[in-house]
């Protein structure tokens, strides 16, 4: 039997074609697993059913075979997903957190509409209007995490080791459960991360407050699990213009590449850029990984240093 030292997942969510943005961050993941001899777990993230399509499903299946991205644990087809892995099968570990989130007066209801939180200046940061309010629990109610004032969280990130982030000023009491009663990203990624054993985690540099929210809870629930969790957040990839890529089926989703007979080897280069790695010629997902065991990006200075 092979014992994992680390465990680290792509979770990626059925609500869009992919494009080449996640498909760097699966391959540095990947990379990060075969760099450390460690196990790669696939988590479809499907609690939004309103945008999910069972294109967009099929779609993850086959970027992932065509970035040549293998994974040890995690559903093998659409059938499979379905029956075992869908996100809606672990509705009760969600409910169960958050439950004990209220039993502990961590969390307060919001009824702010979607126009109230655009108009109120700080957007999207929320500016805690319902905080004190004491509004009662009603079914349609959004729940917030309330964040003491001047909240900062720091983390020795695998990619950038000085990370800090301001959570009071950058995020503001977030929510956990949504007014359609599902779980918040926040809250479903944190319980479905412990619920996987994750050790390690890849994401980008647009999910630096997620993390400093989750590393936040995790001090309420001592969940020393979470906790020593490494995170790695890489630059985020932009389209010609400097945007952000979003899942659209434009020229920057990995379908139409695929449809067009192109190989990842720009997305092998970015990838490998990210990582800082050497310019040296490679030309498949295989080589990526054997560069990353030659210089192993993910040992940060301070870590090495430890
Ligand atoms: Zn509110």
Known sequence: MVIYKMKTRIAPTPSGFLHVGNAVSFLITYCLAKSENGKLLLRIDDLDRERFRKEYLEDIFYALDWLGIQYDEGPSSLADFDKYWSQHHRLSLYDLALKSALEQGWVYACDCTRKDLMTSGNYPVYNGKCRDLKKSFHEKSAWRWRIKEDTSIHWVDLLNPNTTVNLSEQMGDFVVKQKNGLPSYQLGS??????????????????????????YVATHWKSTDFQRIHFGHHPLITDKNGNKLSKSAGSESLKSLRET????????????????????KIETTAELVQLCLAYKPFLNEKIRSI
């Open 261 to 280: 007979g192109k190989t990842p080897l720009t997305i092998i280069e970015l990838a490998r850029n990210s990582l800082g790695l050497p310019d040296e």
């Open 190 to 215: 944190y319980v479905d991360d412990l619920h996987f054993n994750i050790t390690h985690i890849i994401r980008g540099a647009d999910l630096l407050t997620s993390t400093a929210a989750q590393l």
